[in-house]
């Protein structure tokens, strides 16, 4: 039936026949939604003069050209939520309270059986609710919604939440999950509840059977592009089996061993994937999937794991008998200068127990060494065992009380020159070794000179370092201020991740480049000519005899940046440098080996004539940071 008004507009001509049959939506007393205006209600029809009149909140009396409205308004039913809470709020939020899972099933109703939970808060929120009361307000209702057991509740906001006209048993719904993925990620999400939830499948065993499959068949799909996740599924589908006697039977297809044997050489980053509780179940297979060879493999990941997954390779190594040489493996990365911060932040946490023996003054520098070289590139990992170095009140004490005086002296002496610390935490650091050493005192009154002392360099470590410099002051800090500029047109600082990492970025490279110039400006270069060959001195090489076995080692002492332990180059400031200097021929020193300490004797003291590797190695090595 035409409506009266709409007749006479289409025999006046002012409305193009084509709206016509839109209109009949839109009449006096619909709702409507604008995409830039909002929620709307028609008032009324001018349709004489072509126009339409819409109420939008906070807009009332809007006219709109009707070809205009026809296109841009989008009607709605007056069953709405949003319709309802236009006209009263108040009642929806009595409703949304005492009738939770009600005002859900009407709300999906009116979307077609689904829709996001992103979209039910813009809805709600914030007429009926503000953003933290909807939060609270939505953890309660999902839980009714799924012991009603008609609606899938999505773990992400963005996926849909839906409304099913069967009821829905837990189990079921899991396996729905499942089987509607479509990538391995999600797949992944899905099997892991299906494990969280296995005693709702004890007389699904069939079920079982074909999910255990459905995993292996997606595992082995995606083993080459997708490894970790692969990984995963493994897990899953091998703990699914182990449930059930009738499932242990069965041949695989693709056993967790063969997938790490057949992706050896992409262990590290494949590893690195895996969640860490995924990564312990996983080193488990080790033994049996690499035989002898467990140990090197596992060895070569631990730089690149979590400190919890130190801890799981250690307890590996243990069970399996073989823990001294886990505790050799560290103290190798700590003589080489390798080792990563999570190691040693599990190291100062442990506190020793069956690794007591790593627990020596030696592991606090190679803590300062390590937050050092990871000044640049700062994370989580290197801010964590910082954070732990200045909270632990009696981390120092552990590690100190039994310190001689050389070894203390050398820790100051590195605390004060590192630029890993401010002056105000590199001070309270200090206080603890006084108070512990407080013969030590003297050395932090002469903080100012120790600071300022002159390092002997090498010309080619100059050149390096000035190499350095120039990297810093021509590209990082030119592409620092860039990055920040680039950052700020995204908008709302506070919010914005990329602006305030950029400006982290140009707090350290400012330190940086202030460290830089203090060391510049206190180096002293030098191809050690003529060194005082009656004594070990800075620029001369060391033959070592070891007085039990025999054995000989060659030393040369040179710079304070030529430290290349590989071709058995020695800083003057290290600790077998400080050792050494001063010592003639014929003396026994004590020298910190790999697992002991052990005496050698000094057979020979010859100066350094070969500058021209040096030259070579400090060309060939990268930046100092």
């Not at 140990?295 to 073989?322: C, H, P, Y």
């Not at 120039?470 to 590209?475: F, N, P, W």
Request: hydrophobic share 40%.
């Amino acid at each position: 039936m035409m409506i009266p008004e709409l007749q006479q507009a289409l025999e006046a001509t002012s409305i193009d026949p084509s709206l016509a049959e839109p209109l009949k939506s839109l009449v006096p007393g619909e709702y409507c939604l604008h995409k830039s205006w909002g929620f709307g209600q028609v008032a009324e029809w001018r349709l004489l003069t072509g126009q339409i009149v819409i109420d939008f909140e906070g807009k009332n009396g809007h006219l709109m050209q009707v070809s205009y409205a026809v296109e841009a308004l989008q009607p709605i039913s007056s069953t709405d939520l949003r319709v309802r809470i236009f006209r009263d709020a108040a009642r929806v939020r009595s409703e949304a309270t005492t009738s939770p899972v009600e005002l859900i099933r009407g709300f999906l109703q009116d979307h077609g059986g689904k829709s996001t939970v992103e979209r039910l808060s813009t809805i709600l929120v914030p007429r009926v609710f503000d953003a933290a009361g909807f939060k609270k307000w939505w953890d309660s209702t999902k839980k009714k919604l799924k012991a009603d057991g008609h609606f899938h509740v999505p773990s992400k906001k963005t996926e849909p939440l839906e409304l099913h006209e069967t009821l829905l048993t837990p189990h079921k719904e899991l396996l729905a999950q499942f089987r509607a993925a479509r990538h391995m990620k999600d797949q992944v999400v899905a099997t892991d509840q299906i494990l969280k939830s296995l005693d709702d499948f004890v007389h699904e065993v069939d079920e079982l059977r074909g999910v255990a499959i459905q995993i292996e068949d997606a595992a082995s799909k995606g083993r080459k592009l997708q490894s970790a996740q692969a990984l995963e599924l493994l897990l899953v589908r091998d703990e699914i089996c182990a449930r059930h006697v009738s499932l242990q039977s069965r041949e695989s297809v693709l056993t967790i061993a063969e997938l790490l044997q057949a992706e050896e050489a992409r262990l590290p980053v494949i590893f690195a994937s895996l969640p860490s509780a995924k990564q312990r179940r996983i080193l488990e297979t080790f033994p049996k999937a690499f035989g002898e060879e467990w140990k090197k493999k596992t060895i070569r990941l631990m730089q690149n794991v979590t400190w919890r997954t130190v801890s799981d390779i250690a307890r590996l190594f243990e069970r399996e008998g073989v823990l001294s040489e886990f505790q050799k493996a560290i103290t190798v990365s700590m003589a080489d200068r390798s080792i990563s911060a999570e190691i040693l932040y599990w190291l100062c946490k442990e506190r020793g127990g069956n690794l007591q023996e790593l627990f020596q003054p030696t592991l606090l520098i190679a803590v300062l060494v390590t937050l050092e070289n990871n000044q640049l590139n700062e994370g989580k990992r290197s801010s964590r065992l910082r954070d732990l170095i200045l909270d632990d009140k009696n981390l120092f004490q552990d590690l100190l009380s039994g310190a001689d005086r050389q070894t203390v002296r050398d820790i100051m002496r590195r605390l004060l020159l590192s630029p890993a610390f401010d002056d105000l935490n590199r001070r309270s650091l200090l206080a603890r070794i006084i108070k512990l050493h407080p013969e030590m005192q003297s050395m932090i009154q002469g903080d100012t000179e120790v600071r300022q002392e002159a390092l002997t360099v090498s010309w080619a470590s100059l050149e390096r370092r000035k190499a350095e410099y120039d990297d810093l002051v021509a590209r990082q800090i030119p592409q620092n201020v860039k990055d920040i500029a680039i950052a700020r047109s995204y908008g709302d600082l506070r919010e914005n991740l990329e602006f305030k990492s950029a400006k982290e970025q140009q707090a350290v490279l400012a330190r940086k480049k202030s460290e830089l110039e203090l060391m510049l400006a206190n180096a002293r270069g030098t191809n050690f000519e003529s060194p005082d060959v009656s004594q070990v001195s800075i620029g001369t090489v060391i033959t070592l005899e070891e007085v039990t076995s025999g054995g000989t080692e060659t030393y040369s002492i040179l710079g304070a940046w030529d430290g290349t332990p590989e071709h058995n180059i020695v800083s003057y400031q290290a600790a077998i440098g400080q050792a050494l200097l001063g010592k003639r021929v014929g003396e026994v020193v004590e020298l910190q080996g790999n697992e002991a300490k052990r005496e050698w004797r000094i057979r020979s003291i010859e100066p350094f004539k070969n500058l021209e590797l040096l030259a070579k190695l400090h060309e060939s090595l990268p930046s100092f940071a």
